[in-house]
Structure formats: C-alpha cells, structure tokens
C-alpha cells in the first residue's frame, strides 16, 4: 500500500489468527521502526503473541516466509529495506525478493504482507519506518494488509483453486 490512496482497512475477528513476522537486520533504526509499527498493528488487532523472526537481511525473506507458511501461519509479513547504491545490486535484490515473496503468497495461499521499503537514501527509508516524524508506518500496513486478505480468504467458503 502507497500513501496516498491508501484504503482505509478495518480489520475484525483476526485475534484467533497465527501470524509470523520477518524481518531482516540490516539497517537496524529503520528496522526497529517497522517491527515496532508491525507488532503494534498486531497487537490493535487482538493477535497478542505473533511469531517473531530475524534473518539477516532482504534476500533471505522469502525463503522464510515460505517456511512459515508451510508451518500453517495465517498470514506472513516480510519486513526489510534495501537501499540503493552505486551498483545494480539494489535492483537484483528488489527484484528477487519481491519476485520470491509474490511466488510464496501465490504458491501457498497464505497472504504476504509486502514491508520491504526499496528507497534511494537513507532519508527515504527512515521516513517510511514508523519513527517518530516518520510519514508513514509501513510496518504496521503491512500487517493490516496481510491480516485483512487473511480474514477475507478465511470468509470464502469454497477453496481457492
């Protein structure tokens, strides 16, 4: 979800829900913001004990999101940041993890909430993370993203196939 435009989601009866929460260290105040704004947006909604997991950087999201899904969690949220640099690095990496958590969402079925912020600067991100002065939390859209698809998915009665 982009700021402007944003719907405006209400979230009810996902206490009951198993959601994991992965996040990478890199970049550890941007971090820190988004699993803060993540955990917070859990907590609003009724989920008191998600899962909790560091890996160590954006690369490695979707293999755990994978992990988590097939372990029968609800909802995955992948949260990292990866910031450009002076080589195509920045754009194998984007483009991998997005590629990679899209195949997990798509392949399991369970929702992935997207909180990897892909910025230019430092400022970028930080402005992103949920911090105090920050602009937007997308930590805690991410989860309100991917707690909502969940309790969608969770009200259709026929499978998806």
């Known amino acids: ?6 719907p405006e989601l209400s979230v009810r009866n996902a206490g009951d829900l198993r959601v994991a929460v992965i996040a990478a260290q890199w970049h550890e105040k941007v971090m820190d913001g ?8 859990l907590h609003e909604m009724g989920i008191d004990e998600p899962t909790l997991l560091r890996v160590p950087g954006s690369w490695e999201l979707p293999v755990a999101a994978r ?4 372990r029968g969690y609800d909802a995955v949220v992948a949260l990292g940041v990866v910031i450009r640099g002076g080589t195509p690095h920045f754009d194998y990496v984007c483009q991998g993890v997005t590629q990679g958590l899209t195949q ?8 992935v909430g997207f909180g990897v912020l892909t910025c230019d600067d430092e400022q970028q991100a ?9 602009s937007e939390d997308k930590g ?3 989860v309100t993203a991917a707690v909502a698809t969940a309790t969608t998915l969770r009200s259709v009665s026929e499978p998806w196939h």
Do not use: I, N, Q
């Open 1 to 6: 979800m982009s700021g402007k435009g944003a």
């Open 34 to 41: 988004l699993v803060d704004g993540a955990l917070r947006a």
């Open 67 to 70: 992990a988590m899904a097939k």
């Open 104 to 111: 997990v969402s798509v392949d399991t079925g369970v929702p």
């Open 126 to 134: 930080l402005d992103r993370a949920g911090l105090e002065g920050s």
């Open 140 to 142: 805690h859209e991410a």
